[in-house]
T-cell receptor, first 115, second 112 residues
Framework: SAVISQKPSRDICQRGTSLTIQCQVD?????MFWYRQQPGQSLTLIATANQGSEATYESGFVIDKFPISRPNLTFSTLTVSNMSPEDSSIYLC????????????FGPGTRLTVL | QKEVEQDPGPLSVPEGAIVSLNCTYSNSAFQYFMWYRQYSRKGPELLMYTYSSGNKEDGRFTAQVDKSSKYISLFIRDSQPSDSATYLC????????????FGQGTTLQVKP
């Protein structure tokens, strides 16, 4: 596996503001993803973070709301923009390692509360 | 109808019991099946990974996939209080690397 870190681990934000979440991996990765886990719900894929190009978003998620960057192979950011209380959730990054095809490993998550 | 159905529980068992966790799914194209364990306020941890049908055993854990019934199971033998967590099944399509479809998760409590 790998060590996957996320910053911040939690935050409380005011509506209308934006928060950027960072994900850093200590191993060579092939793919990076961002998921959302709403209270009492399962994990839902937001997008695939592509290195050096625009992220690939899933149905229901748009770049204006969730801009994603991936400047290198082991680092990515997710921004939650113009937040509302409905954005209160846990945001998780996951990775596929070079050494483990199709197995995804998750970071610890960022717990976001929007007031 | 959700693509992956999982009973959220909670499931409470005494220490030492055999635990059976299950998921059903609707898309017959799923080829990769996983079980994750998630402790409170932590990220999901990959427990078991299987490709197509069959069984896979790892210590006290056994994963079974029955593609004909679109049904997957995770068995935990000699359950311990440290097994108390939420167990999430996940699956993906063949050749569609990346997108995992998760079940809702089953909360398990193992009582000493």
């Amino acid at each position: 596996s790998a060590v996957i870190s996320q910053k911040p681990s939690r935050d409380i934000c005011q509506r209308g503001t934006s928060l950027t979440i960072q994900c850093q991996v200590d191993s060579q990765v092939t793919m990076m993803f961002w998921y959302r886990q709403q209270p009492g719900q399962s994990l839902t894929l937001i997008a695939t973070a592509n290195q050096g190009s625009e992220a690939t978003y899933e149905s229901g998620f748009v770049i204006d709301k969730f801009p994603i960057s991936r400047p290198n192979l082991t680092f990515s950011t997710l921004t939650v923009s113009n937040m509302s209380p409905e954005d209160s959730s846990i945001y998780l990054c996951s990775v596929e390692l070079l050494s483990s095809y199709n197995e995804q490993f998750f970071g610890p998550g960022t717990r976001l509360t929007v007031l | 109808q959700k693509e992956v159905e999982q009973d959220p529980g909670p499931l409470s068992v005494p220490e030492g019991a055999i635990v059976s966790l299950n998921c059903t799914y609707s898309n017959s194209a799923f080829q990769y099946f996983m079980w994750y364990r998630q402790y409170s306020r932590k990220g999901p941890e990959l427990l078991m990974y299987t490709y197509s049908s069959g069984n896979k055993e790892d210590g006290r854990f056994t994963a079974q996939v029955d593609k004909s019934s679109k049904y997957i199971s995770l068995f935990i033998r000699d359950s311990q209080p440290s097994d108390s967590a939420t167990y999430l099944c996940a699956m993906s399509l063949s050749g569609n690397t990346g997108k995992l479809i998760f079940g809702q998760g089953t909360t398990l409590q193992v009582k000493p």
